[in-house]
């Protein structure tokens, strides 16, 4: 069984192999769990080992492998970084106690294709485990449309979302384009240019300058409401 904090690194040097075909530094690792320091990552990193779930690889820097995954982690058919921790709006959860959920704001909608206005009022809340949080503060946006759909994100899908103002390139992010539009889009920092990259070949990679885009926080999770 292995704790939030060693789930949360497993799965991002997982996601991050995938995408790059290298494994994360520590300083990229600890900025992605919220840490202070490295030392913490060296403590995750060996529980990891010592529990045969990563290993290191002798004479290569930054050489980590995964080797197995935890029985709980079931990712989504789909290219990029983003596996949606789906969870089922439609019926309710009796086993989970009311403590362990947090209210979260809903915002509005969001188009994960062609950009919106930017980010509307609260509408109205949602409860969400808190296992999907962690810390900082989170709000919630409803998906429209279907330009995310190979990054398991669909139409109607409400969306988590960890507030702040920096990513890693290849993260989905919610991005304000030149102050007015709102969209979510993996993005890619290429040079001096920022791209927003869809997750579905219908639609094309838009490219801006550094100026033009403003990060407004990161995807950490996902639910589905079926009707």
Known sequence: MLTKKQHELLMFIHERIQETGVSPSFDEMK?????????????LITALEERGFIRRLAHRARALEVTRMPDEATPVRGRGVFRPEVV??????AVTPANDTRELPLLGKIAAGTPIAAIQHERERYPVPESMLGSGDHYMLEIEGDSMIEAGILNGDLVVIKRGDTANSGEIVVALVEGE?????????????????PANRAYETRIFGPDQVEVQGKLVGLIRRYH
Not at 88 to 93: A, E, F, K, L, N
């Open 31 to 43: 900025e992605a769990l919220d840490l202070a320091s490295k030392s913490g990552i060296h403590r």
């Open 88 to 93: 089922d709006g439609g019926r309710p959860v």
């Open 181 to 197: 539009e709102a969209t979510l889009k993996r993005l890619r920092k290429k040079g001096g240019s920022i791209a927003l990259e």
